[in-house]
């Protein structure tokens, strides 16, 4: 008895639990990251520390994949470990630093454009979101064509951490 197999009883709570950590709650930390960054450290500290916190969360998420895989073949209580405990923390801390980004990253360019018209703020913000979908949609289709479902989860995974740690550094 598997329990990623459609049916184990598991699969509506893993459900459940993806969605609120996946969907719900990120939501909640864009206004927190603002209010942190206008109140207590600043743009640039939060976005700071969240990059590091998303590359945390990739390196976090590498080995939590890692450690999964190798205990597959052993009782179901550590694949319950991990599906309800190790992934939703990482998860949350993932999402924490992309909300401290997210909710940031415009603000702080737009007070580096001091003396910029009305049109060159707009376009910067276009920019910002066109290259960010654009990326992320080549990122998707080039992996998903590199690496097949038979690829293992820990080099897909890896493949995050690497290009994560080269961006930050």
């Not at 699969?11 to 639990?17: A, G, K």
């Not at 309800?84 to 940031?104: K, S």
Request: contains cysteine; proline residues 3%; charged residues 5%.
């Amino acid at each position: 008895n598997n329990l990623l197999q459609p049916q184990s009883p598991f699969n509506l709570i893993s459900y459940l639990v993806s969605n609120l950590v996946g969907v719900a709650l990120p939501q909640l930390f864009y206004p927190l990251a603002g209010w942190l960054a206008d109140a207590r450290f600043g743009r640039y500290k939060v976005i700071q520390i969240s990059l590091w916190c998303v590359w945390l969360g990739e390196c976090s998420l590498s080995v939590t994949v890692l450690m999964f895989e190798l205990c597959q073949s052993y009782s179901t209580t550590y694949q319950h470990v991990f599906v309800y405990f190790l992934f939703p923390v990482v998860f949350v801390v993932m999402n924490v630093g992309g909300a401290g980004f997210q909710a940031n990253i415009i603000q702080f360019g737009m007070d580096q454009m001091v003396d910029a018209s009305g049109d060159q703020m707009s376009a910067f913000i276009h920019w910002y979101y066109w290259s960010t979908y654009a990326g992320s949609a080549t990122a998707s289709v080039i992996l998903g064509c590199l690496f097949s479902e038979q690829t293992s989860l820990v080099i897909r995974a890896g493949i995050n951490v690497l290009f994560m740690g080269i961006a930050l550094f």
